[in-house]
């Protein structure tokens, strides 16, 4: 067989006679021949255009051989295809190596602070234990330089929950977070046992590791930022304790405090003069539940962001009986919030108040322009609320969190909600209408249906429907659809309460505290269009922290 390639240059390339049985190795002798060839053309100066085509011309009339030659010429295209892509690839990857090590010299040039800067913008806020020993780890895993500027950073050390962490894990964070970043979260002794052992605390009681915590806060006051503080009843005998460790502490950057007490309002009352004698001068935020915190007057009269709620978790007839923060006292403590702007209320109030003459005036809270007011229940939406006592003239925003068993008593309630004076510059107006508060923290519904679904036995099937035109959120965590049904193909699984209760985990989000808040937002212009506007069109979805005092 003899077989002539005919190039451009009208300079033929003659190849030997292919006598071999291969016919990959004779396409093999035939590529490189064509690239010896290119390259000494290349050497000549000469040069060939890519758009130029290569002819190949078979001098063979014999079909059996030209089958053959069929052949090399099929496995000589393969072999170019194998090589064109493997040059590509291999092209590809240089230029990516080339990137990353100009990028890795640029990077080893930036100064510490610059690179600093850019891992406390990468790791973000840190609210989260778990989060914030994932970011710590990753980032001292890159490399030793990465290592000594994550151990200097104080924002990546600044968040000190206890008890989720031991004593010793805190020490450590509170020394490694030196500027004052620091947000601290104490809880007061665990609810299961009073003298509970948490296994990663080497032994460390409850009772210990609650002292241990205040002993760390009174040492770090001059950086910390934010702290809540979380007591109870079986926090009572801690009391002296923590007043003297606690006693005259200045925190001089401290922008937000956060205290909660549970267990009945004589417990509360025992907590009230902790912090009556700090030095706060940079506080700004206060959230108080169920607590009637004193604090000096020159603090209270400098808080911008406040949030109360008084005599919501007991019912009345235990509040009558155990106590409860009396009308005057709630009022008394709003009126000493004079530079207050964004406030939120939620209080029952359980005793009638009577405006004298001389208050007609006084009450009234001038500088407050967003206000949210928390109504738990039908029974406090029909009663005396603070809206009747206190006036807000200078409103700006109006936020009214109601919760009802049943949407058939809105109209009812909205009805009773009326202002003292009603303010005329509200441009902002928000109604959330949830469930009554006392069902809140109560069984999850979809733990109770299965629960109740347990009479019957082995199910094939379950189906749980909520449909969204006459719902009351029993699918709030999934979005929007009327129906969930479960099915057993193979019949080997018992429904219950503890196997419902893992559907919502599927949607991603255990924790409903941080859900994040999803707005559906509307232009009055695009409203005023419909029908010719459908609201896929209209819609803009805007998402925030639900954690917020009122948005």
């Not at 620091?182 to 609650?210: C, M, Q, W």
Request: glycine content about 4%; proline content about 4%.
């Amino acid at each position: 067989m003899w077989l002539q390639v005919e190039l451009p240059l009208s300079s033929p390339l003659h190849l030997k006679d292919v006598t071999m049985n291969s016919s990959t190795h004779s396409a093999k002798q035939m590529v490189a021949s064509a690239l010896e060839y290119f390259s000494n053309s290349n050497e000549l100066g000469e040069q060939i255009e890519p758009s130029e085509d290569f002819t190949w011309f078979i001098n063979e009339l014999d079909n059996k051989k030209l089958k053959k030659d069929l052949l090399i010429v099929q496995a000589a295209e393969n072999l170019l295809r194998q090589m064109l892509a493997s040059a590509g690839a291999a092209a590809a990857n240089i230029h990516y190596m080339i990137i990353d090590n100009r990028n890795r010299r640029e990077f080893s040039a930036l100064p510490d602070d610059v690179l600093a800067i850019i891992l406390e913008m990468a790791a973000g806020d840190l609210r989260d234990y778990s989060e914030q020993m994932k970011t710590v780890k990753n980032f001292s895993s890159v490399s030793r330089r990465f290592r000594r500027i994550t151990l200097g950073l104080p924002s990546l050390w600044s968040y000190i929950c206890s008890p989720s962490i031991n004593v010793e894990t805190a020490r450590l964070f509170a020394s490694r977070a030196t500027t004052p970043v620091i947000a601290l979260s104490i809880s007061g002794i665990s609810s299961i046992s009073p003298f509970y052992t948490d296994p990663e605390s080497k032994g460390v009681s409850e009772r210990a590791r609650v002292q241990a915590m205040f002993e760390i806060a009174a040492s770090v006051s001059s950086r910390l930022q934010t702290m809540h503080l979380h007591f109870s009843k079986r926090d009572i005998s801690l009391i002296p304790r923590i007043s003297q460790v606690c006693s005259a502490l200045s925190f001089p950057f401290l922008a937000e405090l956060s205290m909660e007490c549970y267990g009945g309002f004589h417990i509360c009352r025992e907590f009230k003069s902790l912090c009556s004698d700090w030095n706060m001068p940079s506080l700004q935020k206060l959230v108080l539940v169920d607590i009637p915190l004193q604090l000096p007057d020159n603090v209270l009269s400098r808080i911008k962001v406040c949030s109360i709620e008084a005599n919501r978790e007991r019912t009345p007839n235990d509040l009558l009986g155990e106590g409860y923060w009396r009308t005057a006292e709630i009022v008394a403590f709003l009126l000493s919030l004079r530079l207050v702007e964004k406030l939120r209320v939620a209080a029952r109030l359980m005793d009638h108040y009577r405006i004298s003459e001389n208050e007609h005036e006084e009450l009234s809270m001038d500088s407050v322009r967003n206000l949210t007011v928390g109504l738990q229940n039908l029974d406090v939406a029909m009663g005396f609320n603070i809206l009747r006592l206190i006036k807000f003239p200078f409103l700006t925003s109006f936020k009214l969190d109601v919760g009802l068993d049943s949407l058939n008593s809105l109209e009812e309630a909205l009805k009773n909600v009326r202002f003292r004076v009603q303010p005329t510059t509200v441009k902002d107006l928000t109604v959330a209408v949830n469930i009554a508060f006392e069902d809140r923290d109560g069984r999850m519904p979809l733990f109770v249906i299965g629960e109740w679904c347990e009479k019957f036995g082995d199910l094939k099937r379950l189906t749980m429907e909520s449909e969204r035109d006459k719902a009351h959120g029993l699918f709030a965590f999934a979005g929007s659809f009327d129906s969930i049904q479960l099915v057993d193909p193979k019949e080997d699984t018992t429904v219950c309460g503890d196997f419902l209760a893992d559907i919502p985990l599927m949607w991603g989000n255990a924790s409903f505290d941080k859900h994040p808040h999803r707005a559906a937002v509307i232009t009055v212009d695009d409203l005023c269009k419909f029908p010719v506007v459908k609201h896929d069109q209209a819609v803009k979805y805007v998402e925030s922290d639900d954690n917020s005092i009122s948005r």
